[in-house]
């Protein structure tokens, strides 16, 4: 490898190297303790002394040095692995520079001119892959080491390395931590103790920074059932920044199938940086903050001050840049931040030139002033290009205009003060569903009836409407400390809505595609998919007791955002629990509104929540059970077992706490989640479970537990709701709860937020990734378990076996994705599908680990007998192969009988098994879960594997002559390495033989006619046959079948007769004990794993 020429004072230091070859201006070196004569204590040295300093020289023994006579410097420019390497480096050098060295007239430009090919030819070489590298030599010389010391395939990427320690009990082992797009890699040598460790992400189970006597701090992983810890002095968070973000990359490539498609630095696993990396946690942080689209980018960060009129004072923060946002957030604590859409931007002006300020320039007379901003100039062509305004500084005019231009725009919102609705999405679009919130058709406010309750609603307005006057309205509103609290005290029923649009993110989402809705709507209508038919099932379950939803108004705009959704997004379709939230949704909002205030619930705020496995609800039951251990001691010491917490908590997460208080109580939390997110949801069952500490604590059994905050949840009231008493009543499913001791909804939320909100987003952000790892792997072994229960009922294996053999169909199918988006395990996977086939293999991974697990010798990695085996167990023929139908096919070639085992390689040459593909395309069987579903095919299907029967010989058909050939090349290919190779092969010579002279002699009898001499020489042929079948390979097989159609006498017709059954093929193998006691040899397949498991990623690189 040719490396930076760098500068060295002496070319033998403590006489570290040996030369192996000079000349006038080159000197070719080995690393003492290298090759010939290594070893010993030099070598143990040497070795170690290379890995702490994490010399290139541990794994590239041999360099090259530049030099001229009359200098005492020297130059490294190449380094090998092997000797084959550095001589062919040496060899291009005497070919192609020291002809021209003689040209030079002084030793500066010799050296100039070595060092700028030398440059040049590494230029070349990293183009295409270290481009995006900061360090681009040190990073080539890190990727020599990476690749020689863990040998894994040349297409794992190298994402970055540092150096560490690793902690072996109490004591630590120095050496580089290497982390790569799917794994994890650890070397060190230490006289002589070689310390190697690879990891893949999907394997981790914890991965946290965790601290301890010994250790200050450490990065804590969980693997294999072993605990691995690692530490170092500089840039531990930015290392486990890095493993954070790769083992959630891991995941939601591998286990979710992910295809970031409108991600360009994820989208190739072969591509992946730390620098892509870093941006994209730094992305996902943007967007989770501000609750914006997640096709925005964060592109830059200014540190500025932000003007705020209502304080009239500058606060400090940071103005954040995306492709449409521009957002800000203070960082002096007074949790203000404001996001602007860069829709609503008219113009952008910079006071003068001498000053580092700016003014933005919004719809409905806003500005936003910045000063002190260090890169104003840039910030302000930023921000003017994606507005598309245009800057003309050397025209006065032109400000003029624009000026102009503003003040019209401030005099046409005064006279048309409705436009002023632009600022919120609330576009009038001839298109858009047309309908009105349900609580306002089914609950309109009565102006002249002005009871306490409703005096209240109105005092509650006024407020919000002077907030709006001091903060501003719409998407451009100041968000502040003041807004959280008129939250927690109660929104307004005429302004919930509204405001949960703009807490939501969602107005963004509705005023950027105008008309989506009710494109998804038309082209939804009349869908027959299993989503539809839930959804049918559970729309008379959505409240059932509200007015709005005993008509037909609120369940066919119930039907309409449901079908929409599940046909916007059918990786989600529908789930149980979203009915209930999308309900509520249409109480408050427009059905449009409820539409995208759903999507920015399922694919934003509660993310992995409505699927199948329902993963982001149980992550957030673990952050709930931790955060009960942090901040309920008491709770915890009375129940060690915190699991019943999270199966209670289960229908609080799902529906916002809808499912368990009365509708005008839930509301209220509602409104507290779409500003606060997650947090206030974590808040608010804490404050339940501290509101009934006492009678938790004293209660016996978790019956007791749960009938305890059942009675609690029927008797929270809300005090100040104007809903009317019958849909109070009808919705908390209790008429007297306002009679026993109630709790009122707004006393329990500012409970809540005084005594747990110190909570930060940022800190439960990060246990939503840790306990993420331990929630998957959970249900992967939950997975593993129930595959295994279900497998061993059909074969012999014992479940330790089974074990073993689920983890390398597991890997395998995984391997089959770590360096690539396109394969056939990824581009035919259904979520849908019942966890028996969660897990699948292409025919390319399967021969492979066939090859691995097959009990016989017999055949290279791309045989033709292992596509035979993929055709016959894939049984419904859609080119992937489940985990039942593998191990059915492995328990017969181990633990199989003689019968079994033969009847197995029989069939494997009978249709479908050995017919070749005309197209060689895969079918894809019908899928489940998306579009229309062929529901009888499936009936049928679930009819036929009940009433399947055992298989006996008999049902099997008869064998033709090219068949036969080719089963008999099988029984050769299978004895080949055999220590009875010879007796086993004149074993099945002698049964070739015997069979076909029984076919000739069936012939005879039922052609009485036919000329004897004519037949005579097709025993002769018969018995030759084998013989040459010893020494020809498979590839023969069309030409000794027609060889032995000239031998075979008699018409074509009776040569398509002619043919075996399976008993009599059986028959004669019987009569030879050497073939029977071959297959009735018992197996070690304890080994065979083993061995299996040491393979399996290096076959990946042979291939």
Known sequence: MWLKPDEILLKNAFKLWVTEKDNEYFILQRRRGYGEGGGGLTGLLVGTLDTVLDSTSKVAPFRILHHTPDSQIYWTIACGVTKEEIFQHWDWLQQNIMRTLSVFDSSEDITSFVQGKIRGLIAEEGKSSLVHEDEPEKFREALLRFEKWFELPSEEKLVTYYSCSYWKGKVPCQGWLYLSTNFLCFYSYLLGSEVKLVISWDELWKLEKTSNVILTESIHVFAHGEDHYFSMLLHLNETFVIMEQLADYSIKRLFDKEGFQKEPTLRNPLQITRRGLEAHAKSEQFRTFFRLPKEENLLEVHESFLWVPFSYFNTLGKICLSENYLCFASQDGSQCHVIVPMREVINVEKPDSGSRALTVCMRGKRALRFSEVRDYQRLTNSIRSRCGISASPLHSASSEA????????????????????????????????????????????????????????????????????????????????????????????????????????????????????????????????????????????????????????????????????????????????????????????????????????????????????????????????????????????????????????????????????????????????????????????????????????????????????????????????????????????????????????????????????????????????????????????????????????????????????????????????????????????????????????????????????EPWAFCPVKSTLSLWVFRLIDENRDGLVNFKEFCTALDTVYGGSFTNKLKFLFKLHLPPAFELPEDGVIRKSPERGRGKVDLQAYLKQWQNEILKKEETIKDLPRINQAQFIQFSKTLYNIFHGDPEEESLYRAVAHVTSLLLRMEEVGRKLQEPSSPPASSKPAPASAEGSPAEDTTTSPDSTDTSSSQTSQDTPGSELSEVDWSFSFEQVIASLLNEPAIVSFFERPVDIQSKLGQAKAAQLKLKIQK
Request: proline fraction near 3%; glycine fraction near 4%; hydrophobic fraction near 40%.
């Open 402 to 853: 624009i000026r102009g231009e503003c003040q019209s725009l401030i005099n046409h919102f005064e006279d048309n003060p409705e436009d002023v609705t632009l600022m919120v999405g609330q576009r009038d679009n001839a298109k858009a569903v047309s309908t009105e919130a349900l609580m306002t058709v089914f609950h309109p406010q009565d102006m002249e009836n002005l009871d306490p309750k409703m005096l209240k609603e109105k005092m509650k307005e006024q407020s919000w409407n002077i907030h709006f006057s001091e903060y501003g309205r719409g998407t451009s509103m100041f968000f502040t400390k003041k807004t959280r609290d008129l939250i927690v005290r109660g929104v307004p029923e005429a302004l919930r809505g509204e405001l949960w649009m703009l807490f939501s993110g969602a107005v963004n989402d509705m005023a950027t595609h105008p008309g989506y809705y009710t494109e998804l709507v038309e082209q939804s209508l009349g869908t027959s998919t299993l989503a539809t038919d839930e959804i049918e099932r559970d729309l008379h379950r959505s409240l059932p007791e509200h007015p709005a939803f005993q008509s037909d108004t609120g369940i066919s705009a119930l039907r309409r955002v449901l079908t929409a959704y599940a046909y916007r997004n059918p990786k989600i379709g529908y789930c149980q629990a979203m009915n209930i939230l999308t309900s509520v949704l249409l109480l408050y909002a427009k059905e449009e509104e409820a539409f995208w205030l759903l999507v920015a619930v399922c694919e934003r705020m509660l993310p992995d929540y409505f699927n199948r496995r329902i993963i982001g609800a149980l992550v957030d039951q673990a952050v709930f059970e931790d955060l009960i251990r942090e901040n309920l001691p008491q709770l915890v010491e009375h129940m060690t077992d915190l699991s019943f917490f999270s199966s209670v908590s289960l229908s609080w997460f799902l529906t916002l706490f809808i499912s368990v208080l009365p509708i005008e109580s839930a509301v209220n939390v509602v409104d507290c989640f779409f500003y606060d997110g997650i947090k206030a949801i974590l808040q608010l069952g804490l404050a339940v479970l501290d509101y009934n500490m006492d009678a938790l604590i004293s209660c016996h059994d978790d019956a007791e537990a749960v009938t305890i905050l059942n009675r609690f949840f029927d008797s929270v009231t809300n005090k100040d709701s104007p809903l009317p008493q019958t849909v109070q009543q009808a919705s908390g499913g209790s008429n007297d709860r306002a009679s026993n001791f109630g709790v009122d909804i707004s006393e329990l939320i500012r409970e809540a937020y005084e005594k747990f909100g110190h909570l930060r987003s940022e800190e439960v952000e990060s246990s939503r990734k840790r306990n993420k790892l331990y929630v998957i792997q959970t249900l992967e072994d939950t997975t593993k378990q129930n595959v295994i229960r279900v497998v061993s009922q059909e074969v012999r294996f014992t479940a330790s076996e089974l074990d073993e053999v689920y983890y390398l169909f597991k890997r395998q199918h995984f391997l089959s994705c770590y360096w690539t988006m396109k394969s056939p395990a990824l581009l035919h996977h259904d979520p849908s599908l019942a966890y028996l086939e969660q897990y699948q293999l292409g025919f390319q991974q399967f021969s492979t680990l066939f090859f691995l697990l």
